[in-house]
């Protein structure tokens, strides 16, 4: 069995260099002055006072005074299953651009968090503005086989551009791992993929644009991604304070009331 499974990951290494060694100059130059400092790394503060990465996001959005960045809810929100609910962390969020080691921590605040058990695996934050990051532009859905670019912080050590494919656009089953509801999510073949990439963006290389967020892996050889569809949604009914199930206040968790989950 060991055997399969190294002739398989070197073939998908193989594929997936081969594929990336075949990328225009046009695609190059969008990584490298777009998608790679638009990306950046989620931290948060032990009691000790450290330090600890959790995921990848990415800014999406900025207005006069702050940027707003989107990684996964798994990454630093909490829910209430028997209430319906979610809501940040009680700890202190950081965002570091991660340029060539250069670790500068940007306070981050939260925006909102996904109620993950219905599928939004998302946790929208924001900084201020003392460090400049380009910011990527929300997309649409990909389609069977797009190419697709990703960069995340696997295993914590620091961010790498990934390439790869989309192998599935709806996953048609209920596949819940934990409290992850993932039906309805998009499958990929994109090798290299590991824990510390989950909230990364996958940018579809014709739209230059994200077409999903990276959240996990299937058997540890199916990457799995949230459509960005799913996001505008969740986004759209939480500025308008029309997303029933995050509470800012996790202390009102407790006493708040249930909600229905079947609720659009």
């Known amino acids: 069995m060991k055997k399969v499974i190294i002739l398989c990951?070197?073939?998908?290494?193989?594929?997936?260099?081969?594929?990336?060694?075949?990328?225009?100059?046009?695609d190059k130059a969008y990584i490298s002055s777009n998608l790679y400092p638009a990306t950046a790394l989620l931290y948060s503060q032990n009691e000790e006072g450290s330090m600890v990465?959790?995921?990848?996001?990415?800014?999406?959005?900025?207005?006069?005074n702050?940027?707003?960045?989107?990684?996964?809810?798994?990454?630093?929100?909490?829910?209430?299953?028997?209430?319906?609910?979610?809501?940040?962390?009680?700890?202190?969020?950081?965002?570091?651009p991660d340029?060539?080691?250069?670790?500068?921590?940007?306070?981050?605040?939260?925006?909102?968090?996904?109620y993950r058990t219905r599928g939004d695996d998302y946790f929208l934050l924001k900084?201020?503005?003392?460090?400049?990051?380009?910011?990527?532009?929300l997309g649409t859905d990909p389609k069977i086989m797009d190419q697709v670019f990703n960069v995340g912080s696997p295993l914590g050590l620091g961010k790498q551009v990934l390439s790869?494919?989309?192998?599935?656009?709806?996953?048609?089953r209920p596949v819940h791992v934990d409290d992850i509801d993932w039906e309805g999510a998009i499958l990929l073949q994109l090798f290299g993929i590991n824990g510390g990439s989950s909230g990364s963006s996958l940018v579809c290389v014709d739209q230059k644009a994200i077409c999903g967020f990276v959240v996990?892996?299937?058997?540890?050889?199916?990457?799995?991604?949230?459509?960005?569809?799913?996001?505008?949604?969740f986004r759209d009914a939480l500025l308008k304070g029309q997303y029933h199930w995050y509470l800012a206040d996790p202390d009102k968790a407790l006493s708040a009331p249930s909600r229905d989950k079947s609720k659009k």
């Open 99 to 114: 340029v060539n080691g250069n670790k500068i921590y940007l306070k981050a605040d939260t925006v909102g968090c996904g």
């Open 164 to 172: 790869g494919m989309v192998s599935s656009t709806y996953l048609d």
């Open 66 to 96: 702050s940027y707003q960045f989107v990684t996964a809810s798994h990454c630093g929100c909490v829910e209430n299953n028997e209430r319906n609910t979610v809501s940040p962390e009680k700890i202190y969020f950081f965002i570091s």
């Open 9 to 26: 990951s070197t073939i998908l290494l193989s594929l997936s260099m081969a594929w990336a060694s075949g990328l225009s100059s046009q």
């Open 127 to 137: 900084t201020d503005k003392s460090v400049k990051f380009p910011v990527i532009p």
């Open 53 to 64: 990465m959790r995921c990848t996001a990415t800014a999406i959005s900025e207005d006069e």
């Open 216 to 233: 996990g892996s299937i058997a540890d050889t199916t990457m799995v991604a949230v459509p960005v569809s799913r996001f505008i949604k």
